[in-house]
Nanobody, 124 residues
């Protein structure tokens, strides 16, 4: 079955960098729109970045623009999230997800497949 496994989370100091990976199995990655989400304790889940399955620009939330970079390697069936200049506000569980649509949807429910998440903690 379709499976997504995140990795790369951990503890990092403010201003540091971290790279998250999402290994996808059970389907071809380029057939899906892919996204990264995060959920901090006591806060709603928010979308961080999204790459449409068709050609187009990657979408980023205002809170991470200029600091995070999302990419995908179709040959390795893996999605990445490069995080630079990390802030304490970035502390959250990060999830990758797939949507069977050609473009990035507005509603999070459109992403039908989710990983279990990886913890990112930014603290001094």
């Amino acid at each position: 079955q379709l499976q997504l496994v995140e990795s790369g989370g951990g503890l990092v100091q403010p201003g540091g960098s971290l790279t998250l990976s999402c290994a996808v199995s059970g389907t071809a990655l380029d057939r899906y729109t892919t996204g990264w989400f995060r959920r901090a304790p006591g806060k709603e889940r928010e979308r961080v970045a999204c790459i449409p399955s068709v050609s187009g620009d990657t979408n980023y939330s205002d809170s991470v623009k200029g600091r995070f970079s999302m990419s995908r390697d179709v040959a390795r069936n893996t999605v990445y999230l490069q995080m630079d200049d990390l802030k304490p506000e970035d502390t959250a569980v990060y999830y990758c997800a797939l949507a069977p649509r050609p473009t990035c949807p507005t509603w999070q429910n459109a992403f039908g497949s989710w990983g279990r998440g990886t913890q990112v903690t930014v603290s001094s």
